[in-house]
Each structure stands twice: as C-alpha cells, then as structure tokens.
C-alpha cells in the first residue's frame, strides 16, 4: 500500500537528539528515527516491518541521487551556490595561491604544509617518479593507436605487480610510500603512453622540474638537452591539475572508495578509479566538447546544434553537472586561465564556438529550466588543445590530477571505523524459483 499524506513524517527530540517519526500505514505503527547531520541511518530503516518475516525496509536509490555513502572531511561542495573547497579552503584561493603538490599534500593531510613538510613532500614525490624498466615493455605491447587512457589504466594495474608489499594497506609507512609512488608515477605513465601513441622514445623524469615542468618535459622534449617548459603554461598546467584534484563522492572517487574497500592494494584501487574516470559521462567529457566543437564548425550552425539537444538528439557536452546547480567554479577560473594561456599559443579558434554556444544555452528556457551550465570540461579541452594535447590525452591529464583526490578519499575511507566493505543491496525483480526444462523441450 502506497504511505498516505497523514504519515508524512514530522520531526521531534529526544534526549537533546532531533529525530523523524515514520508511520507506517501498512501496521500503523511508528517509528522515531534519530537524525544526524541532517541524514537518517538507512539501516535505521530495518526496523519497519510487516511482521517478524519481513526483511525490513530499505531505501531505493538508483545513482545514489540522494544517499551519502560517507562522511568526508575533504572536499566541499555547495552545487546550488556553485561553491567548491577543499579542506576549507576555496577553490579560488588555492588555485590564486598554491601550487599543484601543496593542494596534493592538502588533500592528504588536512593542512597546508609549512615550508619543511612542502619540501620533504616534494622531494619524497620527486624521487619517486621513475618507473621499472619493464613498464617501457608494457607499453610497448599495446598497438601504435592504442588510447593512453586505456593504457594509464593498465599501467597503474600493473603497478601493484611491481610493489607488492603495497597490500599492506593498514601499514601507514606502506600507505604512505605508495601515496609517493602514485602522484609520482601517474605523469610518467600519461606521458609515456603519448611517447608511445606517437612512436617517440620515452623521456626521463627531470627531478630538476617542478611537478607540472617535469610532465611537460616527458611529454614533449625532442632533442634539447634540457627542456624549458613556457612557465606560463607550465603555470596553467599547475592550475589545471589543482582544479581536477578532488571533487567528493564523484563517479571516480566512489569507484576508489567501493574497490579500495575490498582491501585490495591501491595501485588497482587507483586503475578502477581511472577506469570509471575514462567515460564519457566524467572523464571523458572534455574530449567529447573538442569532438562537438569540431562537428559544429561554425558559429552558424549552433541554433540547428542546440535544438537538436533539445529535440534528444545528443547531449551539449561540457555543460549540467549532477551536483552543480550554477556555474561550476572551475570552469570560471579556466575561461581566466584560457586567456592566459592564448597569449601565448595563439588563441584556438574553437573558442569563438564555445563562447557563442554558451551565450545561446544559457539564454534558452531548455538548459535555464534544468539549471544546466558549463561544467569543468567546457574550457579546459581548449587550452589543452592550445598546449598541443592531443585530444585523447584530455581524460588522461584529468587523472594526473585527480590521482591525489582518489588517495585522499581511500585512505579516509580505510581509516573511517564505520566503513566496511562497499555492497549495496538490490530490489529483486526477476523470476521466482523455478526448474530448468530441458534442452530439446525449450522453445
Ligand atoms: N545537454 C543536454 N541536456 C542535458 C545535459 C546536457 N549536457 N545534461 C543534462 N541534461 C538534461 C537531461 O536530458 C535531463 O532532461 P530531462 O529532465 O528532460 O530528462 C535533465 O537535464 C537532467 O539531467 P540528468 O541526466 O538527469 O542529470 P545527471 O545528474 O544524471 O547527469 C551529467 C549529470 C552526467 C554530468 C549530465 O549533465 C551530462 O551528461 N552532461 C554532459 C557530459 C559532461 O559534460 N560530463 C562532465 C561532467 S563534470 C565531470 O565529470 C568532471
């Protein structure tokens, strides 16, 4: 029977705690449920029965729309506001402020580090980005065309095959090396599966570089002794990095969480994460604004592209976040950056596009009604793009960055007592129990 209005629940306290009262118009009997940071426990739930067969009742929440599966002190996220802090601190200011490795450290550790923490961080990174030899072999296994996002994520499986002790996981010196390792390698694997892609040698980290200069260096050094990144886009790369570092309980990050809770050491934790991260729907989608951009052409042909979306013909990609309600914060410092980073490259026709495109959605009722705005991808492919990424590289720099946004998020799970391992429960639809008909007498 479907609750009526009358057992709308209200809320009460007990002994100083705020609680919910259910009704249950199936027994009429009610229920007071504790509330605690503004959440009721599911499990709280259980209770309401029929009768003493009765499982119990669960929540239904496909997507998890409206569930939290933790408690974080992370990341924050206000999406109607469009604000974004991580450990408190503003995404605004960080980006201003810090560089890439001191936002990593924040992430992990809660704090800004202090001059001494910031080197010895840096230093345990830096001397931490090569690879075994035999990762060169791996890579060159795969085809000449093969994805580098596909690769990373092979790569970073591969890993753990290297660094086994890394499944000591409740050991924090193994926890904290492996941390190292992670944010120290994950450029080298990205810039090695493009060396790869585009049959150039693989080029050594440079530990005389900062974190972004270095990646850069692997990326694209030819024959110079020593490469000399731009430092502007060395800078904006930087950037770029700390506004993809962490963003809660994303698609990615909850792929770390719900693998990472099997125990399994951190090295496949992280490739699952990547791997979720590889969609089209998270990751992927700002290589997806580069190809919409690329099959628009012209500004004239927008109004035709936008009724299309709004006929269901495709979706505006770059645009409408499951937690942004407003203008995603991040793609308001990227259009910034981008001009920046023009300067210097030369502007990317595509913009003229993308900011035409953005005019007109955000002046139509479809995208105004749905609060769809352009989201992180929407401009971050075009400076890629400027700095001569190639576009199937655009999911692969979202990893790098995000790497120590994955590590921040499994390590607070593995140390949260209330966590056990991910399984989430299922409303069974299928057929009741029956017998298997034989083969010839099946039709
Ligand atoms: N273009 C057109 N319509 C859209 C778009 C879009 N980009 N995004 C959402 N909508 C529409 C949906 O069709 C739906 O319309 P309806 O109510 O008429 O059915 C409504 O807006 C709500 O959208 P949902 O799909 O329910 O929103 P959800 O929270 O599940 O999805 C998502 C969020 C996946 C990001 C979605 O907006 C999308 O696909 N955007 C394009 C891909 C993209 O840019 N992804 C990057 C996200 S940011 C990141 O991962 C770093």
Excluded at 145 to 166: E, I, K, Q, R, W
Excluded at 167 to 184: A, S, V
């Amino acid at each position: 029977m479907e609750p009526t209005a009358s057992a709308a629940p209200a809320t009460k306290e007990i002994n100083n705690i705020e609680t919910i009262s259910i009704t249950d118009n199936r027994t009429g009997k009610q229920y007071e449920i504790p509330i605690d940071n503004g959440t009721i426990k599911a499990l709280d739930l259980r209770q309401i029965k029929v009768n003493s067969d009765d499982f119990g009742m669960m929540t239904y929440d496909p997507a998890f729309m409206n569930t939290a599966s933790c408690k974080s002190r992370i990341t924050f996220i206000d999406g109607d506001k469009g604000i974004l802090r991580y450990r408190g601190h503003s995404i605004d200011d960080l980006a201003e402020r810090c560089t890439y490795l001191e936002v990593a450290y924040l992430l992990l550790h809660g704090e800004l580090p202090n001059k001494a923490q910031l080197e010895e961080w840096t230093n345990n990174i830096t001397t931490h980005t090569f690879v075994h030899e035999n990762i060169k072999k791996f890579m060159d296994g795969f085809h000449y065309d093969a994805n580098p996002m596909g690769m990373l994520v092979s790569t970073l499986a591969a890993l753990s095959t290297f660094y086994p002790s890394a499944k000591h996981i409740n050991d924090p010196k193994e926890r904290q090396l492996t941390i190292y390792r992670l944010i120290g390698k994950v450029p080298t694997l990205a810039a090695f599966a493009y060396r790869h892609s585009i049959g150039m040698p693989y080029v050594h980290p440079d530990n005389e570089l900062s974190y972004a200069e270095n990646f850069l260096s692997m990326m694209f050094k030819v024959a110079e002794p020593k490469y000399k990144p731009n430092p502007i886009l060395a800078k904006a790369l930087d950037v770029l990095f700390i506004l993809h570092a962490d963003h809660e309980q994303n698609c990615s990050a909850n792929a770390m969480r719900g693998v990472g809770s099997s125990h399994v050491d951190p090295y496949s934790a992280s490739a699952a994460a990547a791997a979720a991260l590889y969609g089209p729907l998270h990751g992927g989608a700002n290589a997806e604004v580069l190809y919409m951009l690329d099959l628009i052409g012209t500004k004239d042909k927008i109004p035709e592209f936008i009724r299309d979306v709004k006929d269901g013909k495709g979706k505006l990609m770059g645009f409408g976040h499951r937690i942004y309600k407003n203008y995603d914060p991040r793609a308001k410092i990227i259009k910034r950056l981008a001009d920046q980073v023009f300067e210097v490259t030369g502007r990317n026709p595509k913009l003229d596009i993308a900011l035409e495109l953005e005019r007109i959605a955000l002046e139509d009722d479809y995208f105004i009604k749905r609060k769809l705005y352009p989201n992180v991808d929407f401009y971050s492919g075009l400076i890629y793009q400027a700095m001569k990424f190639p576009v199937d590289m655009f999911p692969v720099l979202f990893a790098i960055g995000r790497m120590s946004g994955w590590l921040a998020q499994w390590q607070e799970m593995l140390l949260d007592q209330e966590q056990k391992i991910a399984r989430p429960r299922q409303v069974y639809l299928g057929h009741d129990q029956r017998e298997v008909v034989s083969l010839s007498k099946r039709s």
